[in-house]
């Protein structure tokens, strides 16, 4: 009896540590339309150091999501970002996964916010291409409610 209770908490043990650990991967499109902008926000020696993407929501409080990107690939000051090199045909068969800015305002921000939790996100710039690749930057999000 006390084997089985053992093996019962040692497997409810590992399927919490395994549920916490493992995230989903969801990817931003950014392609420089319209509700969309993105500008500089720090320079190091004349030469821009970070950047920040925003996207507007289309509602009565003009909620946004903000994105900021270093140049050197880093993700914060303490942590490089994990970079993916995609082509149309990954984002063609991951569309599920692939939010653009109309996708995200018909599901509203609110829902945005609790999709978005806890997920692992890329930033997908239309612009960044290198042989006919996309460059996918992980993120982190800031979301902006201006009331």
Known sequence: MKKQ????????FNSII???TKKDTIYLYYNHKK???????AYKNKEPFSYLYTYY???S??????IPIYVDDMI???NKADVKWIDKKFIRKNDEKIYCIKKMQKIGYKNIIDK??????????TKTKKDNKYKAIEVKINFLEEM
């Open 57 to 59: 929501f289309n509602d």
């Open 116 to 125: 978005f939790y806890n997920c692992i996100i890329y930033l997908i710039d």
């Open 18 to 20: 395994i549920g916490q």
């Open 76 to 78: 914060d000051f303490d």
């Open 5 to 12: 209770i053992l093996i019962f908490f040692f497997l409810l």
């Open 61 to 66: 409080q003009n909620n946004s999501l903000l």
């Open 35 to 41: 509700d969309m902008s993105i500008k500089v926000t």
